[in-house]
């Protein structure tokens, strides 16, 4: 595999050497946010995601060998908030950043043998900001030209002026809230997901497969649009005959341009299993077994719209039992908001 490693660190220098070529993006609110209950369940187009404003209901559809589907709902967001003002959202503290950042997700994909379809895995998923990272300058640019206009119409009898200044303040109110979705300089957000496999697509054979809790952190340039991330994450699986405990340590870098957006991640994987051997009363005695495996992929994604943006991912995924080797990750999906976008008023 050292040359599909070679191939992807050359994607890596280009895609940054083309964003410091990039003149101008816009590609803020595009984002594929894995949910955390797609990476527990193994189909999940980046393992590392960037942090983003959640709308108040996602989902997302991957087209994989095994299909799946999730569903991701921000409970803050899902009632207005007409009093939260710039100052509030913006220098939240810790309690109302997770507050306003909190989004719930639940996934499905079938659970299949080499036969036959065995049941339904089933993920949930949550996911939060810690540190929202800060305001691009140009926002704050354009919240003081809102304000002066807004002085402006206030002084003015005049209606036809007052039309005039009523349609720039539009286009500047709809220009704040599309910059609201990228934040700049460094973030670090918390997830966490539990899967379930439901045998026969019986509810009454429902078991818990696997749990696990991780750290993103974060720091993203404004221009050029580069995005540099890394990850931490501890997974436990539970297994009759032992238990399994995954640590994960990864990297990702992103480079937005116009509408597109390309990424490349690597995860190292430390897999570390016990395998019972024999019991003696309620005691059990087995042997433990250390793997290392990794994760490379590229990712392309296209916003088609303020609320779809479709994507794809090719690479190689961690190393099973069943490909010693690694399995191919090739996938194509796509993303869709529901609800508005998060409105704030000046103070």
């Keep these: 595999m050292n040359a599909f490693r070679t191939i992807f660190c050359i994607i890596i220098i280009v895609l940054t050497i083309f964003s410091l ?3 101008q993006t816009n590609i803020s609110d595009l984002k594929t946010p894995p949910s955390p209950a797609f990476v527990l369940l193994g189909i999940e187009p980046t393992s590392i995601s960037s942090p983003s404003t959640p709308r108040a209901v996602a989902g997302s559809f991957v087209s994989t060998i095994q ?20 100052d509030e959202y913006y220098k939240a503290n810790v309690g109302q950043t997770i507050l306003q950042t909190l989004s719930i997700s639940f996934a499905t994909i ?7 379809t065995m049941g339904t895995r089933v993920g949930l998923g949550a996911r939060w900001l810690l540190v929202s990272g800060e305001p691009r300058d140009s926002l704050y640019i354009l919240k003081d030209g809102l304000k002066k206009l807004q002085g402006e119409l206030l002084e003015t009898e005049d209606s036809v002026k007052q039309k005039e200044i009523k349609s ?16 700049v300089g460094f973030s670090l957000a ?9 045998l026969h697509n019986n509810p009454r054979e429902g078991k818990l497969d696997k749990w696990g ?15 540099f991330l890394a990850v931490a994450r501890v997974i436990t699986n539970s297994k009759e005959e032992g238990s399994q405990n995954i640590f994960d ?9 116009s509408n597109f957006s390309l990424s490349c991640e690597y995860i190292q994987r430390a897999e570390l299993s016990l395998e019972h051997t024999a019991q003696t009363g309620s005691i059990k005695s087995g042997n433990f077994f250390l793997k290392n495996t990794y994760r490379l992929a590229g990712n392309l994604e296209y916003k088609y719209s303020s609320d779809i943006s479709v994507f794809m991912t090719f690479g190689k995924n961690y190393s099973t039992e069943n490909e010693q080797n690694g399995s191919l990750v090739a996938q194509v999906g796509f993303n869709f908001g529901l609800g508005e976008i998060p409105i704030i008023k000046d103070n």
């Design 110 to 116: 079938p659970k299949t043998s080499d036969t036959d």
């Design 21 to 23: 070529n990039a003149q």
């Design 190 to 198: 918390m997830a966490s997901a539990a899967t379930m496999n439901f």
């Design 249 to 257: 340590l990864g990297a990702r870098i992103v480079a937005s341009i």
């Design 67 to 86: 299909q799946g589907g999730a569903m991701e709902i921000a409970p803050y967001w899902l009632t207005a908030h007409p009093n939260l003002t710039f």
């Design 168 to 183: 720039k303040m539009k286009a500047v109110s709809l220009a704040i809230q599309k910059m609201d979705h990228r934040r």
């Design 213 to 227: 809790v991780w750290l993103t952190a974060s720091y993203l340039m404004d221009e050029p649009s580069i995005d």
